[in-house]
Protein backbone atom coordinates (compact mmCIF):
# COMPACT_ATOMS: atom_id res chain seq x y z
CA UNK A 1 0.00 0.00 0.00
CA UNK A 2 1.10 3.99 -0.85
CA UNK A 3 1.09 6.34 1.44
CA UNK A 4 -0.04 9.64 -0.08
CA UNK A 5 2.89 12.47 -0.02
CA UNK A 6 0.97 14.78 2.91
CA UNK A 7 -1.84 13.53 5.17
CA UNK A 8 -3.69 16.31 6.66
CA UNK A 9 -5.41 16.84 10.09
CA UNK A 10 -7.09 18.91 11.96
CA UNK A 11 -6.82 20.46 15.51
CA UNK A 12 -9.74 21.60 17.18
CA UNK A 13 -10.24 23.63 20.46
CA UNK A 14 -13.18 25.22 22.02
CA UNK A 15 -12.86 28.71 19.86
CA UNK A 16 -11.38 27.25 16.91
CA UNK A 17 -9.88 24.80 14.72
CA UNK A 18 -6.91 24.61 11.65
CA UNK A 19 -5.42 22.00 9.40
CA UNK A 20 -2.30 21.00 9.29
CA UNK A 21 -0.40 19.21 6.29
CA UNK A 22 2.34 16.33 7.58
CA UNK A 23 5.34 14.86 5.86
CA UNK A 24 4.96 11.31 5.30
CA UNK A 25 7.47 10.83 8.46
CA UNK A 26 7.99 7.60 10.40
CA UNK A 27 6.77 9.97 13.66
CA UNK A 28 3.76 11.45 11.41
CA UNK A 29 2.30 7.92 10.56
CA UNK A 30 2.94 6.66 14.66
CA UNK A 31 0.89 9.67 14.96
CA UNK A 32 -2.17 9.22 12.39
CA UNK A 33 -2.58 5.55 13.83
CA UNK A 34 -3.40 6.88 17.05
CA UNK A 35 -6.19 9.43 15.62
CA UNK A 36 -8.50 10.41 16.62
CA UNK A 37 -7.22 11.58 19.87
CA UNK A 38 -8.29 14.05 22.79
CA UNK A 39 -6.10 15.86 24.75
CA UNK A 40 -5.45 19.41 27.59
CA UNK A 41 -3.64 21.86 26.04
CA UNK A 42 -0.45 23.57 27.44
CA UNK A 43 0.99 27.04 26.27
CA UNK A 44 4.51 27.94 26.78
CA UNK A 45 5.07 31.17 25.41
CA UNK A 46 3.82 31.51 21.72
CA UNK A 47 3.83 27.65 21.32
CA UNK A 48 0.86 25.40 22.25
CA UNK A 49 2.10 21.51 22.81
CA UNK A 50 -0.05 18.50 24.40
CA UNK A 51 0.26 15.13 24.91
CA UNK A 52 -0.72 12.60 23.07
CA UNK A 53 -0.12 9.37 24.16
CA UNK A 54 2.55 8.47 20.95
CA UNK A 55 5.91 7.18 22.61
CA UNK A 56 8.45 7.74 19.19
CA UNK A 57 12.19 8.09 19.15
CA UNK A 58 14.55 11.60 18.25
CA UNK A 59 14.37 11.25 14.65
CA UNK A 60 17.67 12.31 12.59
CA UNK A 61 16.13 15.49 11.51
CA UNK A 62 15.04 17.04 14.52
CA UNK A 63 15.54 20.56 15.38
CA UNK A 64 15.17 22.90 17.78
CA UNK A 65 14.65 26.23 16.03
CA UNK A 66 12.06 25.93 13.04
CA UNK A 67 9.53 28.50 11.40
CA UNK A 68 6.40 29.67 13.23
CA UNK A 69 3.72 27.49 11.93
CA UNK A 70 5.54 23.85 11.92
CA UNK A 71 4.05 21.09 13.35
CA UNK A 72 6.74 19.47 15.72
CA UNK A 73 7.09 15.95 17.98
CA UNK A 74 8.65 16.39 20.96
CA UNK A 75 9.79 12.76 21.49
CA UNK A 76 11.21 13.73 25.47
CA UNK A 77 7.51 14.65 26.08
CA UNK A 78 5.50 12.55 23.91
CA UNK A 79 3.77 15.61 22.81
CA UNK A 80 2.39 17.28 19.41
CA UNK A 81 4.59 20.99 19.56
CA UNK A 82 2.66 23.38 17.46
CA UNK A 83 4.46 26.89 18.16
CA UNK A 84 3.35 30.33 16.01
CA UNK A 85 6.35 32.83 17.73
CA UNK A 86 8.68 33.07 20.36
CA UNK A 87 9.19 30.80 22.88
CA UNK A 88 10.66 31.87 26.64
CA UNK A 89 13.84 30.52 25.65
CA UNK A 90 13.72 32.04 21.85
CA UNK A 91 16.62 34.41 20.81
CA UNK A 92 14.72 37.37 19.22
CA UNK A 93 11.64 36.50 17.00
CA UNK A 94 12.57 32.72 16.16
CA UNK A 95 10.40 30.14 17.93
CA UNK A 96 12.90 28.04 19.51
CA UNK A 97 11.43 24.56 20.92
CA UNK A 98 12.04 23.29 24.83
CA UNK A 99 14.70 20.27 22.78
CA UNK A 100 15.09 19.02 19.70
CA UNK A 101 11.52 17.79 17.77
CA UNK A 102 10.97 15.86 14.94
CA UNK A 103 9.38 18.02 12.10
CA UNK A 104 6.01 16.63 10.72
CA UNK A 105 5.56 19.29 8.36
CA UNK A 106 3.35 22.80 8.73
CA UNK A 107 -0.48 24.04 9.53
CA UNK A 108 -2.43 25.07 7.06
CA UNK A 109 -2.96 28.93 6.98
CA UNK A 110 -2.01 31.45 9.61
CA UNK A 111 -0.14 29.83 12.64
CA UNK A 112 -1.51 32.80 14.70
CA UNK A 113 -4.45 31.24 15.42
CA UNK A 114 -3.42 29.10 17.60
CA UNK A 115 -2.96 32.79 20.07
CA UNK A 116 -6.83 31.60 20.67
CA UNK A 117 -5.56 28.32 22.22
CA UNK A 118 -5.84 28.75 26.57
CA UNK A 119 -3.89 26.77 28.42
CA UNK A 120 -5.88 24.21 29.85
CA UNK A 121 -8.45 24.38 27.07
CA UNK A 122 -9.31 20.55 25.53
CA UNK A 123 -7.89 19.85 22.18
CA UNK A 124 -8.71 17.15 19.57
CA UNK A 125 -6.85 15.89 16.85
CA UNK A 126 -7.93 14.00 13.77
CA UNK A 127 -7.52 12.93 10.34
CA UNK A 128 -9.10 15.24 7.47
CA UNK A 129 -11.60 13.24 5.69
CA UNK A 130 -11.10 13.64 1.47
Known sequence: MKTPPSL????????????????????????TKALPLVSTARTWG????????VSVSRETGARE???PGTV????????????????????GDECRLASPCNVLGRIDGDPALLAAVRDGAPVRVE???D
Open 8 to 31: QIRISWPSGHLTASLDDTPTSQAL
Open 72 to 91: AFWADGDALALPYGPTPISQ
Open 46 to 53: KEVYFDTG
Open 65 to 67: VVE
Open 127 to 129: PVD
